[in-house]
């Protein structure tokens, strides 16, 4: 076993060894189904009686809540991916500290940012002094299976194909795909992606739970209706409130998310502009950088294989496999094929798609993100709704009980493409400080990276506190005011390029009342009604930055 182990591991990635002969199945499609379809849950029942039925619990006294952003010296970081492997090649970590999770755009697991955003002072900890009155929480779904019909199963197809018509073989480093099956479903999340959404829920009660001492009545909290959304949701109240009871401490608004539906946590589906060719701004953007950076790995990868011609779209689909393999399997030998350098191109393939199809450089993102915007608003002011003309459903958010307006806690789940959207509309400006991504190099300075805004289980985080000024401003007035700042995925975001929030603090705060007249003035300045219905088209290049088209 361990000679195996040093001969493959000894393997030079340059010389190609003997073709092996692949398997007729090579690529081919493969599911289960868990429960077996045979299994009924009810037969055997009186042999198993709930808890309640048995009795006997033991002692239960409650103790207090938790406020560890309060409470501890330091803020913990998100920095595991257990139980994934993480590829520890010899080609994959050319820098020790090099973790090719970290390049997956939206496909890595989300993790602690640090002062990514340029704040070195600012921890999630609030400022010595300051008491938290409020937390408004947006988080992504967690780890998931590809988008139907995606590039990965379009690359098994090809192998598959290959493999039952062309003779197909693969050596060396690609010998795995001669026996390799395709595994993964379509959109639904993962084992992994549970967990994520399990520990983030657990995470906001270590961290906020105190909060829920100014409930009244139940939460509400928010997510939509596609199956993954709604098992994300689940599994952070489950985390948060605990399995035995969970489904009787809180709602769950599940929003439509369809074709014809408004929708803010879905907002596409209300902005037909946003379907259109426009947005294929992001994958066109993403395939000129393909070409370039994958260019020397198309034929050293080709070495290996007989039987299939491959394309840069072939090998973007193997690093895709990588991920997706990873955050579903737990493992994928596709990781091991890729350089540092080409984990780096793939980060940044993800970055141009972004940007130019959800983000700064696309002129329908601030339109769809402003319907969370006019949410948050309402929340913080505690002024109900009473204009729909975004992506609002007026059914929805014009209603007290689907739309609280007095609750220390607010928690939506969303997706990668929406949270890109709301912090175009937030206009977190330093986000694209560094302008319009180029299509040919990584540029040196770059401010926009997915990895950091919409990974898997991606969270940006509102905290509303109250804070004596002289805590946390120059001014001596020791009179409390109310401040509002915001953490995406632990990283504190500056505020400066919000009007009325223009004096830096380096705790990231702005006064709360400000924010809101930034906001309001963002509102306005947003025209939803050209950006998603007008028949216009972008002047090449593309040089928005901050996700509408009218400056
Ligand atoms: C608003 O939400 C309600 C409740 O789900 C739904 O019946 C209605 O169709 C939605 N309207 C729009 C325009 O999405
Ligand atoms: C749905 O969105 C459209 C477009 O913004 C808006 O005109 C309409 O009033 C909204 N419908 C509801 C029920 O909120
Ligand atoms: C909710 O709206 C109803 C009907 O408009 C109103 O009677 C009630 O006072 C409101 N409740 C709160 C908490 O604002
Ligand atoms: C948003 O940012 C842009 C710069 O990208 C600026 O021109 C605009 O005034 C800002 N709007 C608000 C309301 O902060
Ligand atoms: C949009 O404008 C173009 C050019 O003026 C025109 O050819 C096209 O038919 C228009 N599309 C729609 C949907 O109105």
């Given at each position: 076993m361990l000679s195996t182990i040093l001969l493959l591991g000894a393997l030079p990635f340059a010389t190609a060894s003997p073709l092996a002969s692949a398997s007729s199945f090579a690529g081919s499609t493969e599911t289960a189904l868990y429960p077996?379809?045979?299994?009924?849950?009810?037969?055997f029942d009186t042999f198993f009686p709930d808890a309640e039925q048995v009795g006997f619990a033991g002692p239960t006294p409650t103790g207090d809540e938790a406020e560890a952003v309060a409470t501890a010296p330091a803020a913990p970081q998100k920095l595991d991916t257990y139980p994934l492997l993480n590829p520890l090649t010899e080609h994959t970590g050319?820098?020790?500290?090099?973790?090719?999770?970290?390049?997956?755009?939206?496909l890595s697991p989300w993790y602690s940012v640090g002062d990514a955003f340029g704040l070195p002072d600012a921890t999630p900890q609030l400022p010595k002094g300051c008491e938290l009155t409020q937390v408004h929480l947006l988080h992504r779904h967690g780890a998931r299976y590809p988008t139907s019909g995606d590039v990965p199963s379009q690359f098994a197809e090809v192998v598959n194909k290959a493999a039952t018509t062309t003779g197909f073989e693969a050596s060396g480093p690609l010998e795995f795909l001669n026996t390799w099956t395709y595994k993964l479903g379509a959109e639904l999340l993962t084992p992994f992606g549970r967990q994520q959404l399990y520990d983030l829920g657990v995470a906001f009660r270590v961290k906020y739970g105190d909060l829920l001492k100014g409930f009244t009545k139940l939460p509400v909290f928010r997510t939509t209706s596609e199956a993954r959304m709604v098992d994300s949701a689940l599994q952070f109240a489950a985390g948060f409130?605990?399995?035995?009871t969970y489904q009787q401490e809180y709602y769950e608004l599940i929003i439509i998310e369809e074709d014809g539906f408004n929708n803010t946590l879905a907002p596409w589906n209300a902005c037909p502009v946003s379907n259109?060719?426009?947005?294929?701004l992001g994958t066109d953007a993403a395939s000129k950088w393909a070409a370039i950076y994958l260019k020397d790995t198309v034929p050293r990868l080709q070495k290996y294989i007989k039987g299939i011609e491959l394309n840069v779209e072939d090998v973007v689909a193997m690093q895709e496999l990588c991920a997706y393999e990873t955050v579903a399997l737990g493992y994928s030998a596709f990781c091991d094929l890729f350089t540092e350098e080409e984990w780096k191109g793939y980060e940044y393939g993800n970055d141009l798609n972004f940007w130019y199809s959800d983000g700064p450089g696309q002129p329908t993102t601030a339109s769809q993100g402003i319907g969370y915007v006019q949410e948050l608003v309402a929340r913080l002011t505690q002024t109900p709704l009473t204009s729909f003309e975004t992506s609002l459903n007026s059914t929805l958010d014009g209603n007290n009980v689907t739309f609280p307006l007095d609750q220390p806690i607010y928690v939506d789940a969303t997706h990668d493409t929406v949270i890109s959207t709301i912090v175009t509309a937030l206009n977190f400006t330093s986000l694209a400080a560094n302008g319009p991504l180029p299509t040919d190099h990584i540029p040196k300075?770059?401010?926009?990276f997915v990895n950091q805004i919409a990974p898997f289980a991606s969270n940006l985080v509102a905290q509303v506190m109250s804070c004596p000024a002289s805590a946390v401003t120059s001014s001596r007035s020791s009179s409390k005011e109310s401040y509002i700042r915001f953490l995406l995925n632990d990283g504190v975001v500056p505020l400066t390029g919000i009007a009325h929030c223009e004096t830096p603090n380096k705790f990231g705060l702005c006064p709360t009342a400000d924010f809101i007249k930034g906001m309001q003035q963002r509102i306005a300045e947003v025209d939803y009604n050209f950006d998603c219905f007008a028949n216009y088209t972008l002047p090449m290049p593309d040089t928005l930055t901050n996700g509408r088209i009218i400056q």
């Open positions: 077996p379809p045979s299994a009924t849950f009810s037969a050319e820098t020790p500290s090099f973790n090719p999770l970290r390049y997956w755009g939206n409130f605990g399995v035995q259109g060719p426009l947005y294929n300075h770059q401010t926009y």
